[in-house]
């Protein structure tokens, strides 16, 4: 059963415009979330995170947005970069569990010119 | 900084074969992880350890041990290598403190034939 869950696999966005990637998810107890990033042949980097207390959290060009109630969150690229162009992940973790984290599918953004 | 160091990159076992994942950080990082990556379904925790001589069951442990003699080291262990082991397998490594992301390493590639 996914418990978070990426249901677009693929994502393509012109260079300037705003990325949405979407993730929900299923279990009520998740109290913290991350989005990751992912390169080919390279591990996740940690990109940026909200914890469900509060519903947006923002960093530069990249906002997080939680919806506890439809229990969805979202990350905003704005203006969209080249560079961007990578599989992004959502991960979810229970109170006091930070690192053990349960991972979404993916959703390959590709950024064009 | 090295961060998460995974050794080997590429490895290729047949059925049967026994063989061990490294995985080593310097950041004097309490808990230590590993998960695995197939297509269509995210990053599936295997086992973790949130200190030295302490190590628990993730979500799909079957088929792998662990030990954690030192902060350092965290390997993995395929005892009786099997197709269903073909993977992309990443060892990652946070302080155990809530909202500290998880530091990846670069994976290895295993095939099992």
């Known amino acids: 059963d996914q418990q978070v869950k990426q249901n677009s696999p693929s994502l393509s966005v012109q260079e300037g415009r705003i990325s949405i990637l979407n993730c929900d998810y299923t279990?009520?107890?998740?109290?913290?979330f991350l989005w990751y990033k992912k390169y080919p042949a390279e591990g996740p980097t940690f990109l940026i995170s909200i914890s469900s207390i509060k519903d947006k959290n923002e960093d530069g060009r990249f906002t997080v947005f939680l919806n506890k109630s439809a229990k969805h969150l979202s990350l905003h690229i704005v203006p969209s970069q080249p560079g961007d162009s990578a599989v992004y992940f959502c991960a979810a973790s229970l109170t006091g569990t930070a690192s053990k984290l349960t991972f979404g599918t993916g959703t390959r953004l590709q950024v064009t010119l | 900084n090295a961060g998460v160091t995974q050794t080997p990159k590429f490895q290729v076992l047949k059925t049967g074969q026994s063989m061990t994942l490294q995985c080593a950080q310097d950041m004097n990082h309490e808990y230590m992880s590993w998960y695995r990556q197939d297509p269509g379904m995210g990053l599936r925790l295997i086992h973790y350890s949130v200190g030295a001589g302490i190590t628990d069951q993730g979500e799909v442990p079957n088929g792998y041990n662990v030990s954690r003699s030192t902060t350092e080291d965290f390997p993995l262990r395929l005892l009786s290598a099997a197709p269903s082991q073909t993977s992309v397998y990443f060892c990652?490594?946070?302080?155990?403190?809530?909202?500290?992301?998880?530091?990846f390493g670069n994976g290895t590639r295993l095939t099992v034939t």
């Open positions: 990652a490594s946070s302080r155990v403190s809530y909202n500290s992301p998880l530091h």
């Open positions: 279990n009520s107890m998740f109290d913290y």
